[in-house]
């Protein structure tokens, strides 16, 4: 079985508690961006190895181990629940999303492999099921069990999906190609109480996001890579309405009304910086 993970933005991003669990309180809007990998799984038919899951990827390459990689996880996480369902498979994933680039390529990874397997080992998980599992994998997995726009608290678990619709705009994404650790990434955070009505962004016209919007981590990583702020502030006088670095980073993006403003910014960014990874994606 076959499925196309997604990647996501974020629209503001508050770091609002320290929790007893290590993890910290967020308020956020997640976006779905149609930038996808390629993730198959199918059953091991003729399962003569000790391996029950072979993983194999191309594209991007993947740091850490197999164990580690969150789809290898999502199979063992159910195995455990459901020893008798669960066969052995072998993986593919094609990588082409950034990793350690704050949109969320990993987690998108897991949940869907959730996914699949939900579907190819009939367990009939309800999706409030699968957010327990997808929580398990990691903070920013949940949200991908849905592929709405969603306002998100919580460690990113508690999800209501919002009237967004941004299908007149278009979306540029510039990867400079810094990848942040989002343990570290919170370890420079203090948290403050969030503004604690990001779902209302839906009805603010484009051209207050820049004002009402702050991604609290947005300072404290440009402190350390200049170049992020230098990015924001070049989509920003090219004509993005908004523009911002998503999650732990480092990954900007500009929301434009107008194409042609976008794909000349892309041009121009890309011919100064070969290096960098940009995309211009319509928005849905
Ligand atoms: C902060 C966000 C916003 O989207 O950053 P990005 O990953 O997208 O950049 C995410 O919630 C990240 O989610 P995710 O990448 O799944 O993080 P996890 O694997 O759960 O956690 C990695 C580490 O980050 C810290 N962490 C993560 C999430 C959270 N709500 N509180 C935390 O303190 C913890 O130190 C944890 O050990
Ligand atoms: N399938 C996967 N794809 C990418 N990264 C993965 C995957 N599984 C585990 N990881 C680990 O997750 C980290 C990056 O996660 P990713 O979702 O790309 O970044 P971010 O959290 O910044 O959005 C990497 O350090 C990598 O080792």
């Not at 993986?91 to 999303?97: Q, V």
């Not at 367990?123 to 709405?148: E, K, W």
């Not at 942040?180 to 919170?186: D, E, P, Q, V, W």
Request: hydrophobic share 40%; net charge neutral.
């Amino acid at each position: 079985m076959i499925d196309f993970p997604h990647c996501k933005i974020n629209l503001g991003l508050n770091i609002t508690e320290k929790r007893k669990d290590g993890f910290h309180n967020l308020e956020t809007i997640f976006v779905p961006v149609p930038v996808r990998d390629v993730l198959e799984i199918v059953v091991q038919q003729d399962y003569h190895t000790d391996i029950p899951v072979i993983f194999t990827s191309s594209g991007i390459s993947i740091p850490g181990t197999t164990e580690n990689n969150l789809c290898v996880k999502a199979w063992h996480l159910l195995k455990q629940d459901y020893p008798d369902k669960i066969k052995p498979v072998a993986i593919h994933l094609i990588k082409h999303i950034p990793i350690g680039a704050g949109l969320g390529g990993g987690s998108s990874n897991g949940a869907f492999a959730l996914k699949i397997l939900n579907k190819l080992f009939f367990l009939n998980l309800s999706r409030q099921q699968l957010i327990h599992y997808a929580l398990v994998l990691g903070s920013d997995c949940p949200f991908f069990i849905y592929d709405t726009p969603c306002y998100a608290t919580g460690r990113g678990e508690h999800l209501t999906p919002l009237n967004l619709n941004l299908a007149h705009y278009h979306l540029l994404i510039v990867n400079p190609g810094i990848h942040i650790n989002t343990g570290l990434a919170f370890k420079a955070i203090t948290p403050k109480p969030g503004p604690g009505n990001l779902f209302k962004v839906p009805e603010l016209p484009l051209s207050r996001w820049q004002q009402v919007l702050v991604n609290d981590f947005q300072q404290p990583v440009s402190a350390e890579y200049p170049v992020i702020a230098a990015l924001i502030a070049e989509l920003q006088s090219a004509g993005a309405g908004y523009a911002a670095m998503s999650g732990t980073g480092s990954t900007v993006f500009g929301i434009f009304e107008n194409k042609q403003s976008l794909e000349e910014t892309r041009a121009k960014i890309q011919q100064a910086n070969p290096a960098f990874y940009t995309r211009a994606v319509a928005l849905q």
